[in-house]
């Protein structure tokens, strides 16, 4: 649904808004801009220039493995392990090596030289075989059968010799580094966060969530400025989970009631409120998810087995467990921490049951329990504290790297497996590519040196030129009562189609539908009786029939009623265009939204207001190849991964099937043309087994985990449609070509959402798949065309970060501006790769508020670097930077390119509908109706 409540929203996957900072004294980063904004800001990067070597500064450090090291891998052998959590995994092992492997004084002697996880065990010392057997080993009442394996014996080499690593030396160099940051930071799957909450937040703000700050951490071989190297890459990261019990949540949802006295209906009302909701432990930040709630029990009464170190057990209750076991961190008035027992104060309320590792039941109190969502009136808030600036970012990039190379127990880590880590961030080479100004329909010129929302004001269509669409019908979807306004917003959008003189003709007979509360719009729809002859029609029609419903929703089930429009507009082939009524009535500037309005179904009918001049940036291939235009084929891809539910009816996790969709721009260029001759647009989704990536060619590729239906060994219902189609992506690239009768000069392809782990999947499945459309389509026309294909995975969260150290000593960095390029230093050594800072820096009182994120442009496949094209890196990183800036909904460079966002907002839009096989009518796919 457009959200039109703000002038300026957010941009899509751009940096976050940014409002007054709290400051915070060594972390003034996280609070005040801090000392950045006493300095003059100078622009050290002239368009299509070189920057300094000693300005341009990376959040890489180098380490110097300065004698070469031989380390012994053994793996663990344990019977029924996957049962156990990994701290109590770990707790196996951990007394397997005290007790066995090293023991007696040993495993004090060689604690800084032993390293484990719970499938590996790495260590600088050589374990006798006969130390190595399998041997009993009992936690508590749980008793496992555990040895390890034959080493794998792995010789790590001086810096000054680095060959490329193999994957186990990566993970022992990763291992070494847990190990180290472990001594004074807690580990998650995230990073690595300090094991105290922040008190750095404001009041309102300090009862509604928790913050903890840390890093993302990780040690990686890249080509650097001087060869080869070992980096350590650093990047502050915040961590927010909320603070809203889930037993005040529970005691609004019935009134302040007692639960002795709720009805079995009104039971089942809490219980659907609450089954399937993310929860953590407020005194130890587990996560769970609340698989039911038992009105039989409550945390005094309900006793369950609690096992001690020693092996013996007793009867506890829960509240009696929190009391004498765990324990909370609270602050003083003077800022002193200090710990307080966990006391549950509500005798009555009933146990939330959720289910640890190997299926067993655990029994929560609800007084002790948050919801990890954030409230959205905090959450709006957030940005001001989680937002770093690019100066206090690198300071706390250094910070860390100090930290692991000071004295101390993290220091001894690494210095016995011989790292040393240079606590002076990497430097690297930039180049600005040149300004690229945008133009509207009229090809005048539409600079953006800024955010270009203004400059399109006074749209204009050319009276000729442009095919025109006439819109069949207009159905204006509406609540009771609220028809005569609804319909006065309508008027107000329409006028403006009369003022730009636009091709799309909106049509005089128009219905209203009004949606009873209570009441489904898809079927409403579906039985309306002008909606049933449009769609008579529309269907034996030899061409497309255009007809638009517009909306306007209020009330808290408004998502739920756009997602029923949005379904029934996409299977019958109906332009949707809905609003969210409360915000609309919230923003500021009404005609801006009216406006907007009129231009985003102006750009779903592929009407762009605004177009880049990818002419000129290829001017040189038109020329040479005497062409008198160049048709340019851009696909984006992105895969949704909708999220895990619970299905209390199976009593089991739910994998969400993902959803990958595809996005196709065709341009038609002609030299000396500032806009493309011709844009065509065409979009597909495909459904997939929950969790795929790769779009494979055969069903069932090599990511599937589970068939349709069938429980996975977690205890997860996988869902993968059994119609999934094989080489899905071939066949979209081949639906676009031949139905525009499209065939490429260049064929580009932009790829989201692929881990480094996928490259090679990626290559021999998509890339593979992208060259057989082309091929196939060369064969059906008949035509000896030349189409070069280049095909590129975009990672867009990254923990690599660059800025401008205008001093030398990071006490002033500022924000690389928008169309910078890194693409000769941090270099993966497998790939060719490159970074791109598209989206445009926020400010706050003139000074950066965030700092810029770049892209990691990943080429798996090249044909334009050589004959007939000869694209040059320039050139192609040109046309990528312009791709940046052309998409419709948002008025600047956003993150991505304009075809991968497309792709993302259509995969996220329909990929969390409740349809195993979203169904895309044909006569929405050469449209962008999902904007």
């Given at each position: 649904?457009?959200?039109?409540?703000?002038?300026?929203?957010?941009?899509?996957?751009g940096?976050?808004?940014?409002g007054?900072?709290?400051?915070?004294?060594?972390?003034?980063?996280?609070?005040?801009?801090?000392?950045?904004?006493?300095y003059?800001?100078?622009?050290l990067?002239?368009?299509?220039?070189?920057?300094?070597?000693?300005r341009?500064?990376?959040?890489?450090?180098?380490?110097?493995?300065d004698?070469?090291l031989r380390?012994?891998?053994?793996?663990?052998?344990?019977?029924?392990?996957?049962?156990?959590?990994?701290k109590?995994?770990?707790?196996?092992?951990?007394?397997?090596?005290?007790?066995?492997?090293?023991?007696?004084?040993?495993?004090?002697?060689?604690?800084?030289?032993?390293?484990s996880?719970?499938?590996?065990?790495?260590?600088?010392?050589?374990?006798?075989?006969?130390?190595?057997?399998?041997?009993?080993?009992?936690?508590?009442?749980?008793?496992?059968?555990?040895?390890?394996?034959?080493?794998?014996?792995?010789d790590?080499?001086?810096?000054?010799d680095?060959?490329?690593?193999?994957?186990?030396?990566?993970?022992?160099?990763?291992?070494?580094?847990?190990?180290?940051?472990r001594?004074?930071l807690?580990?998650?799957?995230r990073?690595y966060?300090?094991?105290v909450?922040?008190?750095?937040?404001?009041?309102?703000l300090a009862?509604?969530?928790?913050?903890?700050?840390?890093?993302?951490?990780?040690?990686?071989v890249?080509?650097?400025?001087?060869?080869?190297s070992?980096?350590?890459?650093?990047?502050?990261l915040?961590?927010?989970?909320g603070?809203?019990?889930?037993?005040?949540?529970?005691q609004?949802?019935?009134?302040?009631?007692?639960?002795?006295s709720?009805?079995?209906?009104?039971?089942g009302?809490?219980?659907?409120?609450?089954?399937?909701?993310?929860?953590?432990?407020?005194?130890?930040?587990?996560?769970?998810?609340?698989?039911?709630?038992?009105?039989?029990?409550?945390?005094?009464?309900?006793?369950?087995?609690?096992?001690?170190?020693?092996g013996?057990?007793?009867?506890?209750s829960?509240?009696?467990?929190?009391?004498?076991?765990?324990?909370?961190?609270?602050?003083?008035?003077?800022?002193?921490?200090y710990?307080?027992?966990?006391?549950?104060?509500?005798?009555?309320?009933?146990?939330?049951?959720?289910?640890?590792?190997g299926?067993?039941s655990i029994?929560?109190?609800?007084?002790?329990?948050?919801?990890?969502e954030?409230?959205?009136?905090?959450?709006?808030?957030?940005?001001?504290?989680?937002?770093?600036?690019?100066?206090?970012?690198f300071?706390?990039?250094?910070?860390?790297?100090?930290?692991?190379?000071?004295?101390?127990?993290a220091?001894?880590v690494?210095e016995?497996?011989?790292?040393?880590?240079?606590?002076?961030?990497?430097?690297?080479?930039?180049?600005q590519?040149?300004?690229?100004?945008?133009?509207?329909?009229?090809?005048?010129?539409?600079?953006?040196?800024?955010?270009?929302?203004?400059?399109?004001?006074?749209?204009?269509?050319?009276?000729t030129?442009?095919?025109?669409?006439?819109?069949?019908?207009?159905?204006?979807v509406?609540?009771?009562?609220?028809?005569?306004?609804v319909?006065q917003l309508?008027?107000?959008?329409?006028?403006?189609?009369g003022?730009?003189?636009?091709?799309?003709?909106?049509?005089?007979?128009?219905?209203?539908?009004?949606?009873?509360?209570?009441?489904d719009?898809?079927?409403?729809?579906?039985?309306?009786?002008?909606m049933?002859q449009?769609?008579?029609?529309?269907?034996?029609?030899?061409?497309p029939?255009?007809?638009?419903?517009?909306?306007?929703?209020?009330?808290?089930?408004?998502?739920e009623?756009?997602?029923?429009?949005?379904?029934?507009?996409?299977?019958?082939?109906?332009?949707?265009?809905?609003?969210?009524?409360?915000?609309?009535?919230?923003?500021?500037?009404?005609?801006v939204?009216k406006?907007?309005?009129?231009?985003?179904?102006?750009?779903?009918?592929?009407?762009?207001?605004?177009?880049?001049?990818?002419?000129?940036?290829?001017?040189?291939?038109?020329?040479?190849?005497?062409?008198?235009?160049?048709?340019?084929?851009?696909?984006?891809?992105d895969?949704?991964?909708?999220?895990?539910?619970?299905?209390?009816?199976k009593?089991?996790?739910?994998?969400?099937?993902?959803?990958?969709?595809?996005?196709?721009?065709?341009?038609?260029l002609k030299?000396?043309e500032?806009?493309?001759?011709?844009?065509?647009?065409?979009?597909?989704?495909?459904?997939?087994?929950?969790?795929s990536?790769?779009?494979?060619?055969?069903?069932?590729g090599?990511?599937?985990?589970?068939?349709?239906?069938?429980?996975?060994?977690t205890?997860?219902?996988?869902?993968?449609?059994?119609?999934?189609?094989?080489?899905?992506?071939?066949?979209?690239a081949?639906?676009?070509?031949?139905?525009?009768?499209?065939?490429?000069?260049l064929?580009?392809?932009y790829?989201?959402?692929?881990?480094?782990?996928?490259?090679?999947?990626?290559?021999?499945?998509?890339v593979q798949?992208?060259?057989?459309?082309?091929?196939?389509?060369?064969?059906k026309?008949?035509?000896?065309?030349?189409?070069?294909?280049?095909?590129?995975?975009?990672?867009k969260?990254?923990?690599?970060?660059?800025?401008i150290?205008?001093?030398?000593d990071?006490?002033s960095?500022?924000?690389?501006p928008s169309?910078t390029?890194?693409?000769g230093?941090?270099r993966?050594?497998n790939?060719?790769?490159?970074?791109?800072?598209?989206?445009?820096?926020?400010?706050?009182?003139?000074?950066?508020?965030?700092?810029?994120k770049?892209?990691?442009?990943?080429?798996?496949?090249?044909?334009?670097?050589?004959?007939?094209?000869?694209?040059?890196?320039?050139?192609?990183?040109?046309f990528?930077?312009?791709?940046h800036?052309?998409?419709p909904?948002?008025t600047?460079?956003?993150?991505?390119?304009v075809?991968?966002?497309?792709?993302?907002?259509?995969?996220?839009?329909?990929?969390?509908?409740?349809?195993?096989?979203?169904?895309?009518?044909?006569?929405l796919?050469?449209?962008?109706?999902?904007?």
């Amino acid at each position: 649904m457009a959200d039109y409540s703000r002038k300026r929203p957010s941009p899509p996957h751009g940096n976050e808004p940014y409002g007054q900072k709290y400051a915070r004294s060594e972390y003034g980063g996280y609070g005040q801009s801090g000392p950045q904004g006493q300095y003059e800001r100078r622009n050290l990067l002239p368009p299509g220039g070189q920057s300094q070597l000693d300005r341009c500064v990376s959040n890489y450090f180098n380490i110097q493995l300065d004698k070469p090291l031989r380390v012994f891998v053994y793996p663990v052998s344990a019977d029924s392990f996957s049962d156990l959590s990994t701290k109590l995994r770990q707790r196996f092992i951990n007394t397997f090596l005290r007790n066995y492997a090293f023991p007696g004084s040993e495993m004090r002697e060689n604690n800084d030289r032993i390293i484990s996880d719970v499938t590996t065990v790495v260590t600088t010392v050589e374990i006798p075989a006969e130390r190595l057997k399998e041997q009993t080993i009992t936690v508590g009442d749980i008793v496992r059968r555990i040895q390890l394996l034959a080493p794998r014996v792995v010789d790590l080499k001086t810096t000054a010799d680095l060959s490329e690593p193999t994957s186990i030396e990566s993970s022992i160099y990763n291992l070494i580094l847990q190990k180290s940051l472990r001594k004074f930071l807690d580990r998650t799957p995230r990073g690595y966060f300090e094991r105290v909450a922040s008190d750095e937040l404001p009041g309102k703000l300090a009862e509604g969530v928790r913050l903890f700050r840390g890093y993302s951490a990780t040690i990686s071989v890249k080509n650097g400025v001087q060869g080869r190297s070992l980096m350590f890459n650093v990047d502050p990261l915040c961590r927010v989970i909320g603070l809203d019990s889930v037993l005040a949540e529970m005691q609004r949802a019935i009134g302040g009631r007692s639960f002795e006295s709720l009805s079995t209906q009104e039971k089942g009302r809490l219980r659907r409120m609450l089954i399937g909701r993310s929860v953590h432990t407020r005194y130890n930040s587990k996560a769970y998810i609340i698989e039911e709630v038992d009105f039989s029990k409550n945390p005094f009464d309900y006793k369950f087995e609690m096992s001690g170190r020693g092996g013996e057990t007793q009867m506890m209750s829960p509240a009696q467990y929190l009391r004498e076991y765990q324990s909370e961190m609270r602050t003083d008035g003077y800022g002193r921490k200090y710990k307080v027992n966990v006391d549950t104060t509500q005798q009555s309320q009933p146990l939330i049951r959720t289910r640890g590792r190997g299926k067993k039941s655990i029994y929560l109190v609800p007084e002790h329990l948050c919801f990890i969502e954030v409230p959205k009136k905090i959450k709006d808030e957030l940005p001001k504290i989680c937002s770093i600036p690019p100066t206090n970012r690198f300071k706390l990039t250094k910070r860390l790297a100090e930290l692991v190379t000071g004295e101390g127990a993290a220091r001894r880590v690494l210095e016995s497996f011989n790292l040393r880590i240079d606590s002076t961030p990497i430097l690297v080479r930039a180049r600005q590519l040149n300004s690229l100004p945008a133009f509207d329909m009229y090809g005048r010129t539409i600079p953006t040196d800024k955010a270009w929302g203004p400059a399109t004001k006074d749209l204009r269509f050319p009276s000729t030129g442009l095919p025109t669409v006439n819109l069949h019908s207009v159905f204006i979807v509406t609540e009771p009562g609220r028809e005569g306004a609804v319909q006065q917003l309508y008027d107000d959008c329409a006028r403006f189609f009369g003022q730009w003189n636009s091709p799309v003709r909106l049509p005089h007979q128009r219905f209203v539908v009004t949606v009873p509360d209570g009441s489904d719009p898809y079927s409403t729809l579906m039985n309306f009786p002008p909606m049933q002859q449009y769609l008579n029609a529309a269907n034996s029609a030899a061409d497309p029939v255009h007809s638009l419903v517009f909306g306007v929703l209020y009330g808290r089930d408004h998502p739920e009623k756009y997602k029923r429009i949005r379904e029934f507009c996409a299977e019958y082939g109906v332009l949707e265009q809905v609003i969210n009524g409360e915000k609309y009535n919230a923003a500021r500037a009404q005609v801006v939204v009216k406006a907007n309005v009129a231009k985003q179904i102006l750009n779903k009918l592929g009407y762009f207001v605004w177009q880049a001049d990818f002419a000129t940036i290829l001017q040189p291939q038109i020329t040479a190849l005497g062409l008198s235009t160049m048709k340019v084929l851009v696909i984006g891809i992105d895969v949704h991964h909708a999220r895990k539910i619970y299905d209390d009816q199976k009593s089991l996790y739910r994998q969400r099937r993902s959803l990958g969709a595809f996005v196709a721009f065709m341009y038609e260029l002609k030299a000396g043309e500032k806009r493309p001759i011709s844009v065509k647009v065409y979009s597909d989704v495909v459904a997939k087994e929950a969790r795929s990536e790769i779009i494979a060619k055969n069903i069932g590729g090599s990511e599937a985990s589970s068939s349709a239906g069938e429980e996975s060994d977690t205890g997860e219902d996988l869902e993968a449609p059994s119609i999934t189609s094989s080489s899905a992506l071939q066949a979209f690239a081949q639906a676009a070509m031949e139905s525009a009768r499209f065939y490429p000069h260049l064929l580009v392809v932009y790829r989201d959402g692929v881990a480094d782990s996928q490259m090679e999947q990626a290559r021999a499945e998509e890339v593979q798949q992208v060259h057989n459309a082309v091929e196939t389509v060369k064969a059906k026309a008949g035509m000896p065309w030349s189409s070069q294909i280049i095909f590129n995975v975009i990672q867009k969260n990254i923990t690599t970060k660059f800025g401008i150290d205008q001093f030398g000593d990071l006490r002033s960095v500022l924000n690389l501006p928008s169309g910078t390029v890194i693409d000769g230093d941090i270099r993966d050594p497998n790939y060719l790769d490159w970074f791109l800072v598209s989206s445009r820096e926020r400010e706050e009182r003139g000074v950066a508020a965030t700092t810029v994120k770049p892209v990691r442009y990943v080429v798996l496949r090249n044909d334009a670097s050589g004959a007939p094209l000869n694209l040059s890196p320039e050139q192609f990183q040109t046309f990528t930077y312009a791709l940046h800036g052309i998409y419709p909904n948002w008025t600047d460079f956003v993150k991505l390119p304009v075809v991968t966002q497309c792709a993302h907002k259509f995969a996220k839009t329909f990929g969390d509908i409740d349809l195993l096989q979203p169904r895309i009518h044909p006569r929405l796919k050469n449209t962008l109706f999902f904007l």
